[in-house]
């Protein structure tokens, strides 16, 4: 048998199993097309993505006026539009987003340094690297030994590893 994930159709948003190796597949509700492809972006586009699976935007990648939905994101390059990001969001400090973004775990790796101006709106963070930012979770904040943080946090959760720097202000336990 083959190893299968659960995924939602984007048009009607019936349950559907998958196998883990499709690129595409088809809602057996309604009948549309769902697409579960990978995107690795290292020019520039302008198109719209609406896919499961991941996009890359490499450091020379430039997306722009975009409508992106996507399963997983890895943003090194240039993104303009709106950006939904089911699962892992993770932005490189080569990243430069103008427009909006939301996503399931905002990740900002080791070694990389990310800054937004307007609320982020995430489900979880996990920072590695350096955030200056207003975080809204509606779960748990993570802030890994080497991560900085600068701005305000407010979370269901927020745990903060020793070795971590945490400037500004935190509500914790009140989901965004």
Not at 54 to 67: A, H
Not at 130 to 152: I, P
């Amino acid at each position: 048998l083959l190893e299968q994930k659960l995924i939602r159709c984007f048009q009607c948003g019936a349950e559907l199993a998958v196998p883990l190796a499709a690129a595409s597949s088809m809602c057996k509700r309604c009948g549309s097309h769902v697409d579960l492809a990978d995107y690795r972006i290292t020019q520039t586009v302008s198109k719209n993505f609406r896919t499961h699976g991941r996009l890359v935007v490499e450091e020379k990648g430039y997306v722009l006026n975009s409508e992106a939905l996507v399963g997983n994101a890895v943003i090194k390059g240039r993104f303009i539009g709106k950006l939904a990001v089911a699962g892992t969001l993770e932005l490189n400090s080569s990243a430069n987003i103008k427009g909006s973004f939301t996503a399931g775990c905002l990740v900002i790796p080791a070694g990389q340094h990310f800054r937004w101006y307007e609320p982020v709106r995430v489900e979880a963070a996990d920072i590695g690297g350096e955030l200056v930012a207003t975080l809204q979770s509606a779960g748990t904040v993570r802030l890994r030994s080497t991560a900085r943080f600068f701005g305000a946090v407010q979370a269901r959760n927020f745990v903060v590893e020793s070795g971590a720097v945490f400037v500004g202000t935190a509500r914790i336990g009140v989901p965004a």
